[in-house]
C-alpha cells in the first residue's frame, strides 16, 4: 500500500454494513428547507430556525457545539451562515461520499478560504487540485513511517522532560503543558526551531489565532479586515510569526547554500523544493505556518483530553501503567515503544479520546458542481459541513455515546478501530462513523506522527505520574478547533 492510502488504517472498520435508519433517503430540498420533515421522517429532530439576513449565526455563536448536535440523528440539516447555504452532513456514508468515493467533485471551498486563508494561504491546506497534488507528493517523504518512527527519541525526550518539571502534589495546567510541548516536539522533528524566543512567538500567534477564531464570536465570521482590537491584535502577531518564520528559512537555506548538513526534515524538504522551482518562497512560508498550528494544537487537544479523562478512571490509569510495567520505559527503548501494537491498551485511550473530543471537530467541502447527497440535490458552493463531533457522538452507531469507554476499541486487537462490544448500535458502525483525521486523499498528512506523539507522551507521563481531577467540568471555547474555555487542572501525584 502506498504512503498516500485513501483509507487510513486507524479511521474506520471499512466492511460494516450501515443500518436502515443510517441510509439517508431524506428528501430535503436544497433551498433550506428548515422545518418540513421529509414525509415518513417522524425521528428526526427539530431544526434550528434561521432568522432573516443572519440565519443561523446566532444559534452558532450561542453555542457552537449544541448547533452541532442538533444535526445528530438528521442526517443532512440545512442551515445558513448569512447567504451561505450550508448542511451539517451527519450520514457516515454521505460523509464517505464527499471524502472518499466521490472526493474530486469537492474542494475545500471559499467558506474556508474566506475563514483561514489569511492565515494558511496557499498551502497544502487549502490547496486544490494539481498545486495540492504536488505539495502533497513533495511533503510526503517526511511522514513515511520509518522517518516518523525516526522521531520517537524527541517525542520521549520532551515528554520526559515535562515529567521531570513537576512536582508531587502540584495543580498543573495540561491545556498550556501539552501545547508548549507538542510545539517543542514539533519544532524539533520537523522544522528545527531553536528553543527559545522563536517558540514564545509561535505560541502568542497561536493564542491570537484560537480568539480570532472563536465560534461564539460573530466576528470569526466576518472578515479579517474589520479593524476590531481582536483582528489588530491578530494580524500584528501574525506578521511577527511570518517575520520569524522568513527568518528560519533564510537560515536554513543558507545552510543548503554553504553545503552545511541540511537534515532530512520537513524544513529541508519544503527549502529544497523552492530551489528546484516546485514551490515559490510565499507557498513555502505559507506551509510552515500551516504545520505549525495544524500540527501542534491538535495533537495537544488529544493529549489534554485524554489526561483530562483518565484522571476520572484511576483504574484505567492502572491498566496502563501494568502495560508499561510490562513493555519498560519508553525512554529507554522508543523505537520500540514506536512499533505498530507495542503499546494497545494505551492506544485504546488514544482512539476513545478522539472519538470523544475530536480535536478538529468539524471542516468543510463544497461541491465544484451540482451534486446529489441522499437524495438531496445541492447546487455547486453549497458548504458541507462534516463535524466528527456530530458523528463520534450519535446514539446510532455508539453505546453509550458520551461516556469515555476505551475497551470498546479492545474486540479485535488487530483491528483497533471499528467495533468492541457486538451490541445492536456498534455492530452496525459504518467506517466514516469515526474519522478523527478526516479520510480519503486529502486526510490528516500528520496522522502517523499524531498518533505516535500522543502513545509517546502518554506513556511517558502516566509511566510517572498519577493524575487526579481539579478542572470538575470541560466547557470549551471551539474556534477551527475543539479548545477548552480556560485551563485544565489535574493534580500530580507520584504513583
Ligand atoms: C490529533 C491530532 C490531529 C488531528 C485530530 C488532525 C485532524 C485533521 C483533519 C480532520 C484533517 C482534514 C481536514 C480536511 O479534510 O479539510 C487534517 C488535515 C491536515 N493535517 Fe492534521 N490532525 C492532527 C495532527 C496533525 C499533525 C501532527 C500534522 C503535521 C505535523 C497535521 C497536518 C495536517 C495537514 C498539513 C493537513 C492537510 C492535508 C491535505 O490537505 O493534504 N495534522 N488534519
Not at 500500500?1 to 488504517?9: K, L
Not at 442551515?79 to 464517505?96: G, I, K, L, M, W
Not at 495533537?299 to 476520572?312: F, I, N, P, Q, V
Not at 461541491?367 to 441522499?374: I, K, S
Amino acid at each position: 500500500m502506498s504512503e498516500e492510502t485513501h483509507a487510513p488504517e486507524r479511521i474506520g472498520t471499512g466492511h460494516d454494513p450501515p443500518t436502515a435508519d443510517g441510509d439517508g433517503g431524506e428528501a430535503t430540498s436544497a433551498d433550506g428547507d428548515h422545518s418540513r420533515p421529509a414525509p415518513g421522517d417522524t425521528n428526526r429532530p427539530e431544526r434550528p430556525q434561521p432568522l432573516p439576513v443572519i440565519g443561523n449565526l446566532h444559534q452558532i455563536t450561542r453555542n457552537p457545539l449544541g448547533f452541532f448536535e442538533a444535526a445528530r440523528g438528521d442526517d443532512l440539516m440545512p442551515y445558513r451562515v448569512f447567504t451561505d447555504q450550508c448542511y451539517v452532513v451527519s450520514n457516515p456514508e454521505a460523509v464517505q461520499t464527499v471524502l472518499v468515493d466521490d472526493d474530486g467533485a469537492y474542494r475545500k471551498g471559499e467558506m474556508m478560504r474566506g475563514q483561514i486563508g489569511s492565515l494558511l494561504g496557499d498551502g497544502i491546506f487549502l490547496a486544490e487540485g494539481d498545486d495540492w497534488q504536488t505539495q502533497r507528493a513533495t511533503m510526503q517523504p517526511a511522514f513515511y513511517r520509518d522517518r516518523v518512527t525516526g522521531y520517537a527519541d524527541a517525542m520521549v525526550d520532551s515528554s520526559a522532560e515535562l515529567a521531570d518539571s513537576w512536582e508531587d502534589g502540584k495543580v498543573v495546567d495540561v491545556a498550556t503543558a501539552s501545547s508548549d510541548l507538542t510545539i517543542s516536539v514539533l519544532a524539533d522533528t520537523l522544522l528545527g526551531i531553536e528553543p527559545g524566543s522563536d517558540r514564545e512567538v509561535v505560541t502568542r500567534a497561536a493564542e491570537a489565532i484560537a480568539v480570532r477564531y472563536d465560534s461564539r464570536r460573530v466576528g470569526a465570521f466576518l472578515p479579517e479586515w474589520i479593524p476590531s482590537p481582536t483582528n489588530r491584535r491578530y494580524r500584528r502577531a501574525l506578521e511577527e510569526l511570518r517575520q520569524t518564520i522568513d527568518r528560519i528559512i533564510r537560515d536554513r537555506r543558507r545552510t543548503l547554500e554553504d553545503g552545511g548538513d541540511p537534515g532530512a526534515d520537513l524544513l529541508s524538504i519544503l527549502v529544497t523544493a523552492t530551489a528546484d522551482g516546485k514551490m515559490d518562497d510565499e507557498t513555502l512560508r505559507d506551509n510552515v505556518v500551516t504545520f505549525l498550528f495544524a500540527g501542534h494544537e491538535t495533537t495537544a487537544l488529544g493529549l489534554t483530553y485524554a489526561l483530562y479523562s483518565l484522571a476520572d478512571e484511576p483504574a484505567e490509569q492502572e491498566r496502563l501503567r501494568e502495560e508499561f510495567e510490562a513493555f519498560g520505559d519508553p525512554v529507554d527503548r522508543p523505537n520500540d515503544a514506536a512499533a505498530r501494537d507495542a503499546l494497545p491498551a494505551t492506544d485504546r485511550v488514544v482512539d476513545e479520546t478522539l472519538r470523544l473530543y475530536p480535536p478538529v471537530q468539524s471542516f468543510f467541502r463544497e461541491p465544484a458542481r451540482p451534486v446529489e447527497l441522499l437524495g438531496t440535490q445541492v447546487p455547486a458552493g453549497t458548504v458541507l459541513a462534516l463535524s466528527p463531533w456530530t458523528c463520534h457522538r450519535d446514539p446510532r452507531w455508539w453505546d453509550d455515546p458520551e461516556e469515555f469507554r476505551p475497551e470498546r476499541w479492545s474486540r479485535d486487537p488487530t483491528r483497533r478501530t471499528g467495533g468492541a462490544s457486538k451490541s445492536k448500535s456498534e455492530s452496525a458502525r459504518p467506517e466514516y462513523a469515526y474519522f478523527p483525521f478526516g479520510g480519503g486523499p486529502r486526510h490528516c498528512i500528520g496522522m502517523r506522527f499524531a498518533l505516535l506523539e500522543l502513545r509517546l507522551s502518554l506513556a511517558t507521563l502516566l509511566s510517572r505520574w498519577r493524575f487526579e481531577p481539579v478542572t470538575e467540568t470541560l466547557s470549551f471555547a471551539p474556534s477551527a478547533t475543539l479548545q477548552p474555555d480556560g485551563p485544565v487542572r489535574l493534580r500530580v501525584i507520584r504513583p
